[in-house]
């Protein structure tokens, strides 16, 4: 069996466009599915995925390791998320292949089962708080809490650290406080509640204060509290916070987690199965987490194929927690991907068709081109101009 060609297909759907990966082989009626979406980024990984492709063309898909081997060798450069989001695409869709070509859901190729069902969250709110903060009310969250919950989650993220960069302000650090109590006190304690700090505190005493001033709500776990790439930061967060400390959205490959890891900066590891390198990567970067008693929450606020990619992960490693989804970004997000399960909110089931067990509805993607997306970055900044991470 051998690769004839790989394509992008991208959809837009609002805040990202989807970017999907499929990967055809010269057995009629053979292809796989993946997902390679990085919002703010899509052209560059349409490009990167045109740039991959001729390396694999003859290849034998069901040999994934060695296709992953020759697009992160045989490329010579290293590559960053742009790279390493279309070769994971590619990867997906590979396992997605295997699995169609041997007639099993892909979660038994990635070691069988090792849970009935896969716990998922979602958000509460889509980018960044300001409005909310400036308003200095929580009622947004509270509600978008009650939303979620009665729709029948029982664990919800939400982002809702102002922009102080460097310095924690007394207000800034009550109105957090109240934000938070307040989704607690709404949801009552049967809710496990996330914290997206989104790597805005630019110091480490900044997030301490933040952390702490939310520790009265009893919450799963806090991400990002400082920028990803601070490793020493984390760490030394992670060794005093009485919150659990969740990053790893950011960081690419085995070779980025392994000094994480190491350092036991984060209790909770979040790689992106459509970023880090695929499902094997993912698989290699969490058995180096079990050894250092890190669980996982893979991170993926992305399309469909994506989260049925999580689905089959899941389902089949031992340290995962809970599995982000967002699978309410657009009203026709089941349109477009037909799932292999009935999703239920906050819990998915074990698929059982071949591969991933997607099928995908071409005509829909057509019908959401690629977009310019919002820039809602454009709003991280300080009163008096200064920019911050978003
Ligand atoms: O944990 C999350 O899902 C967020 O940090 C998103 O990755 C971020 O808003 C970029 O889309
Ligand atoms: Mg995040």
Not at 121 to 148: F, N, P, Q
Not at 179 to 193: F, S, W
Not at 248 to 257: H, N
Not at 258 to 272: C, E, G, H, K, L
Request: charged residues 20%; aromatic residues 8%; proline residues 6%.
């Amino acid at each position: 069996m051998k690769i004839t060609a790989i394509k992008a297909l991208v959809c837009n759907a609002e805040m990202r466009n989807w970017v999907f990966v499929r990967v055809e082989t010269d057995e009629p009626g053979l292809f796989g599915w993946g997902e390679a979406t990085l919002e703010w980024k899509t052209r560059a990984v349409v490009g990167a995925l045109q740039d991959l492709e001729a390396l694999l063309i003859g290849q034998d898909p069901r040999n994934v390791e060695q296709c992953y081997q020759i697009l992160t060798r045989h490329g010579f450069w290293r590559l960053g998320v742009e790279g390493m989001s279309a070769v994971s695409g590619i990867e997906i869709a590979l396992w997605d292949i295997l699995g169609k070509s041997l007639g099993v859901p892909v979660w038994r190729l990635l070691g069988g089962q090792v849970r009935d069902y896969l716990r998922t969250y979602t958000h509460l709110g889509l980018g960044d708080m300001k409005a909310v903060y400036e308003s200095g009310s929580a009622d947004t969250i509270v509600e978008r809490g009650r939303i979620v919950t009665q729709a029948g989650y029982d664990a919800v993220k939400v982002v809702c650290i102002p922009y102080t960069h460097y310095v924690s302000p007394a207000k800034a650090v009550d109105s957090v406080a109240d934000m938070v109590g307040a989704l607690r006190e709404a949801v009552g304690p049967d809710i496990d509640i996330m914290v997206d700090f989104h790597g805005r505190p630019a110091s480490v005493n900044a997030a301490m204060d933040y952390l702490k001033a939310i520790e009265p709500a009893r919450i799963m776990f806090a991400e990002e509290p400082v920028p990803p790439e601070d490793v020493a930061g984390l760490a030394h967060i992670t060794a005093r916070s009485a919150i659990p400390i969740a990053s790893g959205e950011r960081l690419i490959g085995r070779r980025e987690f392994t000094q994480s890891v190491a350092a036991r900066a984060f209790n909770i590891a979040q790689p992106d199965i459509c970023h880090t390198g695929g499902l094997l990567e993912t698989k290699k970067i969490a058995a180096l987490a079990e050894t250092a008693g890190i669980g996982l929450a893979p991170h993926n606020p992305l399309g469909p194929i994506a989260g049925v990619a999580a689905l089959h992960f899941g389902i089949s490693t031992p340290n995962v927690i809970i599995q982000e989804e967002m699978s309410g970004a657009v009203a026709w997000y089941d349109d477009v991907v037909t799932w292999p399960i009935d999703r239920k909110p906050g819990r998915w089931d074990v698929p059982d068709l071949p591969g991933l067990g997607v099928t995908v509805n071409e005509d829909v993607i057509a019908r959401h081109p690629f977009k310019q997306e919002v820039l809602h970055a454009r709003n991280a900044v300080m009163p008096d101009g200064t920019v911050v991470d978003w």
